[in-house]
């Protein structure tokens, strides 16, 4: 038996509107049972299952809480281990600004993998990151 028609792709899930889509198959709920444990408008849910549009990141901890893991690939560049890291929270580039006490253009270049240039950055950079394995 391969896979169901109703995923509507072949092999393994790629994008986050296909693992929503094959969980809720699995689990057999409606897109509007979903998008309640979402917190998410339907239309939503049914735009990320239909690759029309990428959940915004404020949805992120819901959508690894519903399927129960992390969808995204594994990051490998310090930038994309910082980009993990405020997604998972659902965080925007400001709020993890704010939050750290730098402004939004340094996180833009961080998540560009440029490395900080003072130390107080750098170490800045690096207290985040040891949260990322933690």
């Known amino acids: 038996a391969g896979i169901p028609k109703a995923y509507g792709f072949e092999g393994s899930p790629k994008t986050i509107g296909e693992h929503l889509r094959k969980k809720r198959i699995d689990a057999k709920l409606r897109q509007r049972e979903v998008a309640a444990q979402l917190q998410a408008p339907v239309q939503s849910v049914v735009s990320w299952e239909v690759g029309r549009d990428n959940p915004a990141v ?18 490998e560049t310090d930038g994309q281990k910082l980009i993990a890291y405020r997604t998972t929270r659902g965080w925007s580039r400001k709020k993890l600004a704010e939050t750290v006490g730098v402004d939004y253009w340094t996180i833009h270049r961080w998540e560009a993998d440029v490395q900080p240039r003072s130390a107080r950055h ?13």
């Open 58 to 75: 404020k949805y992120m901890p819901a959508i690894i809480k519903f399927l129960g893991y992390d969808p995204t690939p594994a990051p």
């Open 122 to 134: 750098r170490n800045l950079l690096k207290r985040i990151l040891s949260e990322t394995t933690d």
